[in-house]
């Protein structure tokens, strides 16, 4: 074969290798690429009154993670993490701020790796892999550098997935309330797959998804892990026109877990507006849900 030619050969080959594998990166980035990082200007007491902290806490790997953390009045009050959503920050937990505070929680507010100011390893969302690790340590900040004994977690979508992950294998979390989460990222990308994409695109692209994160989607199974969380308590939240996470999803998942569990289907409710709508609307039950949680705990202890 003339050199030119294998040459020619050589150079499509290589491109076409290129495109199979950074097309599918690029794209799954942008559509899941967080916001530009919060300015100065916002943040809970610019926004709500509110006065707080900066804080910073390191993750497994070394990045730094930062957040605000709003204390409560009392110095032994639970605290509440906020896990947020894919393409959002800690700025999202705003609003669930000033009923938890008037509830008397502390709340902490923080940004997974790669979002806000927190540090970034370059990969993105991990569709609840190193989200829930991230989450593993906010908890422990909360419980080793600032002595609050009593922590809950509040997640949604993809926060919700991630707060299930971490509450499976961590006892420090004594509440969960899981707003509209996932069984399973595979079956969520399937269920979103446009109707003109072949299967094993989607499924090549799954692939090298999974390498450049170097996760396995198959191995994040919650329905093998939620009832790991009980005895402690659990609150599942759905919309009934969630677009996005089938209900069948939610449904395995309250299945699969132990008692004591919860699950609210609130009609009419999307993806997007189950948090946007939905559950603030809801949070006078969420907050009696969290009492109830922590006077259980405190009756067990």
């Known amino acids: 074969m003339p050199l030119n030619v294998f040459g020619a050969l050589t150079a ?13 990166v690029v794209a799954e ?32 790997d070394g990045l730094t993670l930062r957040g605000w953390l709003i204390p409560a009045e009392s110095a032994d009050a639970p605290a509440i993490v906020y896990a947020h959503g894919a393409g959002q920050d800690q700025r999202s937990g705003l609003s669930l701020v000033p009923p938890l505070h ?5 709340v902490l507010l923080f940004s997974y790796r790669g979002h806000g100011y927190s540090d970034s ?14 989450i593993d340590c906010a908890v422990r900040f909360l419980r080793q ?28 979390i004594q509440a969960v309330v899981a707003v509209a989460p996932f069984a399973s990222a595979w079956e969520v990308w399937m269920a979103n797959r446009p109707s003109f994409l072949p299967h094993f695109i989607l499924d090549w692209v799954r692939r090298v998804v ?22 402690r308590p659990l609150l599942l939240v759905h919309g009934n026109c969630d677009e996005r996470i089938p209900l069948s999803q939610v449904e395995q998942l309250f299945a699969a877990a132990g008692q ?42």
């Open 145 to 172: 550098t600032r002595r609050i004994p009593r922590v809950g977690v509040i997640g949604y979508s993809i926060g919700a997935s991630s707060v299930l992950l971490s509450a499976a294998r961590n006892p420090d």
């Open 12 to 24: 499509l080959l290589t491109s076409g290798v290129l495109l199979a594998v950074v097309v599918p």
């Open 102 to 106: 008037q509830a008397g929680y502390t």
């Open 260 to 301: 004591p569990k919860s699950f609210w289907l609130i009609g009419g409710e999307t993806h997007g507006s189950i948090r946007s709508h939905g559950l603030e609307a809801n949070m006078e039950r969420v907050i009696r849900f969290l009492d109830e949680a922590f006077q259980l705990d405190s009756a067990q202890g």
């Open 210 to 231: 999974e390498w450049h994160k170097d996760i396995s989607l198959a191995a994040m199974d919650l329905t093998q892990l939620i009832a790991h969380i009980a005895p």
């Open 29 to 60: 980035g942008l559509a899941t690429r967080p916001p530009f990082p919060p300015t100065s200007s916002v943040n809970p007491l610019t926004t709500l009154g509110l006065a707080y902290q900066e804080i910073s806490f390191p993750a497994a």
């Open 121 to 134: 390893d370059g990969r993105g969302i991990t569709y609840g892999f190193r989200e829930s690790e991230d």
